[in-house]
């Protein structure tokens, strides 16, 4: 139905938020279109009317005889087009908020071209009712996040009506005060005005305004510091003229027992509840590494049903999944649970990208582009059934297309993933190229399974987005969303080229140093230091990662994301930033280069190659050996998986490749000064990872039944603590560790054999645990290994396993 010479008709009492509904939609038809539609109090040719049901006539109501009648935030729509070109289309909504979104849906599914508007019949007896009464996003204004620290009230308005018009009926801010720094140079406003600002914005949507507030005090033994925290809230709930619920984490960020943690919100609450005494309170149980009792201490506090309590929020970092939450929870909360799914994050996170390629871990970090449609939809319905929906997590707009993905599937989860990309892109986008786009940001999501030099899909989406580019409008080419994908694509195949190149590079390197005997140490070093330092003077694709600058360049001007620390002011490399470790080699350059330092302080030249050579042979066992490094593609297949991804996409009962890449460089920066490098063979940083307690077990098959072994082992986390010389007994990992039946170990040493690991390091010794192996282990040449961590709640990490025969 052709729309663009319609009437909106305007009834002649109006709520503020109906009034915003209909301007929200002709504001955004012509944003999009050109095409002014006239807002009128009476009804043209073709007019388009906008309703609720307890103040509508009986005239309109007789228009959907017949239609489900939707519930609370639902919606009708009716379309009549009539043959003399005379028209109607009516939205009816339950309530004010289902009227928003009923024309939410009408300019979702509206062709729009420049000059011309149409809606499609197809929505004629449409009748919804959101699926979850909760849909909604966090946006945090602070320096730790990517993207919202520099915006003003303007683009958060924008952003909030986007959210609406997908479903979302909840927002999400933070206090001024929380685990990030107080003030970031980027802030154009300041924090507690904008707090403010922003809920008024919210409330305007006809939305509900939440609070994440964490308890961060230094030390809530001293009542002075409990004094300052309780006056700080009062300050912030004084101030904040619309706070609709309030989500407190107890120990994501925050130390507290769950005793001392509930007693000192119960009095924050109370403060709470003298400006907003409506104001609802969850509480999430998340914690990074609790001692153990904290999750039974949680449950005995929960379990006395305190009448301040709402409900609870299933959160990242939570030991439980969600169906053990349900079950261990007071019947009171059950019908209360919060969803506060991490969104945002590609690795070290709640949800981390299945089998994620290491190159892709150093080039796109902890938070670059991450649409995931199809992965966000199937955890979504995993778990949403067992909450009244979600309010996810966010650090900036990296992730704009998850939130979309998970409102659309809060509103109704029967609802394909192509469905709402194609509608993503036709509103955001460009409705003459929706189905393309939307064809892009379901493909893309698969550039990252599994290892990136097998993924023909990455040069395949290259060639043809290219050639797509090359069609597109000005306008298309200038919009943000458009923008993030575009450099998302292009990132995936420089990733891919650059990785290819420095592999090959390093290849080319170690073949040199072969040659020490015969061309001799001091040449064939300088050699391979040229080679390897090709990856930074000659680099790969460059062409495209030029063009990858400009984007980034672009978008910072446009919404405000921060690429790279230096030039757009971002935080860190793993906040956002992660165009700053562009020139960081994908290979073990830095590794060979401090070898090559130590290797050249040696005074005899026969000595020097034989440290060459080893340096070649580091992978290598010989003969009747093993070497596994289970974070790898190879080495994971020596691991017993308990779950598939789909059965615990959080990994909470199953092993999974995980990256410390994040945790070791900025660990070196912080203490010696190293940043963008990796002295340390690669490896260490990819491991096999286990949550909670969950066993660990790998088997190695074809042992010699006669021979001896010993196995040495290098465990990452355990590493990085002895590092920075945390070598107390508080500090070793309880886990019985067995070959068969034979307990081998109860902990993890903190320092391996004794031995101080920085001057391991120094000295060119590789620090590794060591174990005896018993020949009962391994009597049918077959060795099952397992590491039970227990009465702690440590990860445990594992990043290279060596069986070796004993001399």
Request: aromatic letters at 12%; glycine letters at 6%; one cysteine or more.
């Amino acid at each position: 139905m052709e729309i663009t010479s319609a009437v909106v008709y305007k009834p002649q009492l109006q709520t503020a938020l109906e009034k915003k509904t209909a301007d929200v939609f002709c504001k955004n038809l012509k944003k999009r279109s050109g095409v002014s539609l006239l807002q009128s109090k009476t009804s043209g040719k073709i007019s388009i009317e906008f309703y609720k049901e307890d103040s509508c006539s009986e005239e309109i109501k007789a228009l959907f005889d017949g239609i489900t009648v939707p519930g609370k935030e639902g919606f009708r729509i009716r379309v009549s087009d009539n043959p003399d070109g005379s028209g109607r289309i009516v939205v009816l909504g339950k309530d004010e908020r289902g009227e928003f979104y009923g024309m939410a849906r009408l300019l979702r599914k509206a062709i729009v071209k420049k000059g011309s508007i149409e809606i499609p019949d197809e929505l004629d007896s449409l009748s919804m009712t959101p699926q979850y009464p909760l849909r909604g996003h966090q946006l945090g204004y602070r320096d730790k996040n990517n993207t919202y620290g520099a915006w003003s009230k303007k683009e958060f308005e924008a952003y909030i009506e986007d959210l609406a018009l997908f479903g979302a009926n909840a927002i999400e801010l933070l206090p001024p005060k929380t685990d990030d720094r107080l003030y970031s140079a980027l802030f154009p406003e300041d924090p507690m005005e904008l707090m403010c600002e922003v809920s008024k914005i919210i409330h305007s949507y006809g939305m509900d305004v939440w609070l994440w507030y964490p308890n961060v005090g230094r030390d809530y033994h001293d009542f002075g510091c409990i004094d300052r925290e309780m006056e700080e809230r009062r300050r912030v709930f004084s101030a904040i003229p619309y706070l609709d619920a309030m989500l407190v984490p107890l120990g994501d960020p925050g130390s507290l027992w769950p005793t001392d943690a509930m007693r000192l919100t119960e009095h924050f609450v109370e403060i709470l509840h003298e400006y907003h005494p409506e104001a609802g309170v969850w509480v999430a149980p998340q914690h990074f590494q609790p001692e153990p009792g904290w999750y039974d201490t949680f449950y005995e506090e929960i379990a006395k049903e305190p009448d301040w309590i709402t409900g609870v929020c299933f959160a990242p970092w939570e030991q439980d999944s969600i169906e053990e939450l349900y079950e261990k929870l007071p019947e009171k909360y059950r019908e209360n649970i919060r969803n506060y799914p991490d969104i945002s994050h590609n690795s070290n996170c709640q949800f981390p990208v299945e089998n994620w390629d290491m190159a892709f871990a150093l080039t796109s970090g902890r938070e670059g582009y991450n649409a995931r449609p199809e992965k966000m939809k199937a955890i979504h319905n995993m778990l949403e059934p067992y909450t009244i929906g979600s309010i996810t997590y966010s650090e900036g707009i990296h992730d704009d297309v998850n939130k979309i993905l998970w409102a659309d599937q809060d509103f109704d989860s029967s609802v394909a993933a192509e469905e709402t990309m194609a509608d993503y892109a036709n509103l955001f986008i460009d409705s003459e190229t929706s189905e393309q786009v939307a064809e892009f940001l379901m493909d893309v999501e698969h550039n990252w399974d599994g290892p990136v030099l097998e993924n023909d899909g990455i040069d395949a989406l290259y060639e043809s987005f290219t050639a797509f580019d090359k069609t597109v409008s000005k306008q298309v080419k200038n919009n943000y969303r458009y923008q993030m994908l575009k450099l998302r694509i292009l990132t995936d195949y420089w990733t891919k080229q650059k990785y290819a190149k420095d592999q090959e590079l390093e290849q080319q390197a170690r073949a040199v140093l072969d040659l020490a005997d015969i061309t001799g140490s001091e040449a064939v070093i300088r050699e391979a230091r040229t080679i390897l330092n090709l990856s930074r003077d000659v680099p790969a694709a460059e062409d495209v990662l030029f063009e990858m600058l400009k984007l980034a360049d672009s978008l910072r001007n446009l919404c405000g994301i921060q690429l790279t620390e230096n030039h757009h002011g971002g935080q860190c490399w793993i906040r956002g930033a992660y165009l700053q470790t562009r020139s960081m080699p994908l290979n073990d350059y830095q590794y060979l280069m401090q070898s090559f330092k130590r290797i050249e302080k040696m005074q005899n030249e026969k000595n020097r190659c034989a440290a060459l050579h080893q340096l070649n042979l580091r992978q290598d066992p010989g003969d009747g050996n093993q070497f596994c490094a289970p974070g790898t593609y190879e080495g994971f297949s020596h691991v017993s998986v308990w779950h598939s991804w789909e059965e615990d996409p959080g990994y909470l009962k199953t092993p999974f490749i995980d990256h410390s890449v994040y945790t070791m460089v900025g660990l070196l920066h912080e203490i010696d000064g190293w940043y963008h490098e990796f002295p340390m063979p690669l490896t260490w940083a990819l491991n096999v990872t286990v949550q909670y307690g969950t066993p660990l077990e790998m088997t190695f098959t074809g042992l010699d039944p006669e021979a001896s072994y010993g196995m040495k082992v290098f465990y990452p986390n355990s590493f990085f603590r002895a590092f920075v010389g945390q070598t107390a007994l508080k500090d070793e990992t309880l886990v019985n560790i067995r070959a068969g039946k034979v307990l081998l170990a109860d902990r993890i040493a903190q320092n391996p054999n004794g031995k101080s690991v920085r001057r391991e390091i120094e000295a060119g010794r590789e620090p590794f645990w060591e174990y005896d192996l018993p020949k009962e282990s391994y009597q049918d040449g077959t060795l099952k290994v397992r590491w039970e961590v227990y009465d702690t709640l440590k990860a445990l990490a594992v990043s290279e396993v060596w069986i070796m025969k004993k001399e």
